[in-house]
């Protein structure tokens, strides 16, 4: 009988690490004061596992889920922040 449960912790356990963190909704407006936070983006497709097409915005340690309008914005915005040297926050200058 413990080796049941042990079995059955092991296999939720590769379950929940396999499964993927998708976006499941968009949105196109985010405050300035998030969008300069910004560190990296990823594009998620829906021609893997997650339904819908989204950009996954990682701000500090939180994900945001943007509409693909967003891209070009955002590789400006980091390219100026690199050129800049500007901080991953959104200072008053």
């Known amino acids: 009988i413990?080796?049941?449960y042990i079995y059955i912790?092991?296999?939720?356990c590769i379950i929940l690490s396999v499964t993927p963190k998708c976006c499941v909704e968009t949105?196109?407006?985010f405050p300035l004061e998030i969008l300069m936070k910004v560190s990296k983006y990823e594009v998620q497709?829906?021609?893997g596992v997650c339904a819908i097409d989204a950009l996954v915005l990682h701000a500090k340690d939180k994900r945001y889920c943007a509409t693909l309008k967003l891209q070009r914005f955002l590789?400006?915005?980091l390219k100026l922040k690199m050129?800049?040297?500007l901080k991953n926050t959104a200072s008053a200058v």
């Open 83 to 85: 050129r800049h040297g």
């Open 2 to 4: 413990t080796s049941i």
């Open 9 to 12: 912790y092991v296999c939720v």
């Open 45 to 47: 497709t829906s021609h």
């Open 27 to 29: 949105t196109n407006r």
């Open 75 to 77: 590789q400006t915005l």
